[in-house]
């Protein structure tokens, strides 16, 4: 019934409303445990597409062997989340107990619709000794103490409600006005520092105007309440005022804020700060 099963596949493209088509969790689970594998060999993952295949490291292209990836890191912890709808899983990772500790937040992207674990794009912004309130050690005490689990489907947001809570964040170190929806206990790791596990100890104070957190990237797992978004942080670093890597993650539940961690690269020890 060659011609029923092109009237459900049309119906299918249909319902998506648009000619991008999603990948299943089990392929991008798969790509992201291909790229933790060849970070734990010190070895670009085994399977790179063998054309366009791109490596970005801090906002800068790079020959994927020339990057982190060069050597061996020893991961002591990571959590990976998986976006079916832009084909992308994102992976924290942190690496304090290896030779050069590390705390990484990196994005492993197959083709849409892909039903191999193939991997096209790998985005990372990774931090270490010098960057902005770098301490493996302290990041990895706080996240462990963290907990993240599945959120049942009827309880999960929508892709829509994660996102603006996400942005209410960053929009809202530039604008007193924006209130992002945090929850009753919100904490942060920014760095390798905790804010701590009482209250609210999310909010951020104004920074100086004009400030406008720019070059943001998303992904989502609405199943795990999770949102990382890429972006460039102004101001925080001297040397680059108009804004370095940054990425900040989220565990969203029920609209409300309850987990957010920070990484953010410097040019100079500290931002120059
Ligand atoms: C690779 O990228 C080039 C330039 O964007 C494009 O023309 C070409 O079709 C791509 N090749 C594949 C196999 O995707
Ligand atoms: C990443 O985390 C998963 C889930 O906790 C774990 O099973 C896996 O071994 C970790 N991978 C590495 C390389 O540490």
């Not at 892909?114 to 493996?136: Q, R, S």
């Not at 951020?204 to 309440?225: A, E, L, S």
Request: glycine share 8%; hydrophobic share 40%; net charge neutral.
């Amino acid at each position: 019934m060659v011609f029923a099963s092109y009237l459900l596949a049309l119906a299918g493209l249909a319902a998506h409303g648009a000619v991008a088509a999603d990948c299943t969790r089990d392929v991008l689970a798969a790509a992201a445990s291909a790229y933790l594998a060849g970070a734990t060999a010190g070895k670009p993952p085994a399977n790179l597409a063998t054309t366009n295949f791109t490596y970005i490291e801090n906002d800068v292209a790079l020959d994927i062997s020339k990057g982190i990836l060069a050597s061996p890191i020893s991961i002591d912890f990571n959590r990976t989340f998986l976006d079916t709808e832009s084909c992308g899983a994102f992976i924290e990772f942190n690496a304090a107990s290896n030779k050069k500790p590390y705390v990484v937040v990196v994005r492993v992207y197959v083709a849409q619709g892909a039903t191999t674990p193939e991997i096209t794009d790998i985005e990372a912004v990774v931090t270490k000794d010098g960057d902005w309130a770098f301490n493996a050690a302290g990041h990895l005490a706080a996240d462990k103490q963290e907990s993240w689990p599945a959120i049942p489907d009827a309880k999960q947001d929508t892709r829509a409600v994660l996102k603006a809570a996400a942005d209410a964040y960053l929009d809202s170190w530039g604008d007193g006005t924006v209130s992002p929806p945090f929850g009753t206990t919100c904490s942060r790791i920014e760095g390798g520092s905790a804010t701590g596990k009482t209250g609210n100890t999310c909010k951020m104070p104004q920074f100086p105007q004009p400030f406008k957190v720019t070059n943001r990237r998303y992904i989502i797992d609405p199943v795990f309440g999770a949102v990382d978004i890429f972006n460039n942080f102004p101001f925080i670093d001297k040397a680059k005022p108009n804004g370095t890597p940054s990425t900040n993650i989220y565990r969203i539940e029920g609209g409300k804020i309850r987990y957010i961690h920070e990484l953010t690269v410097c040019t100079n020890k500290n931002c120059g700060r």
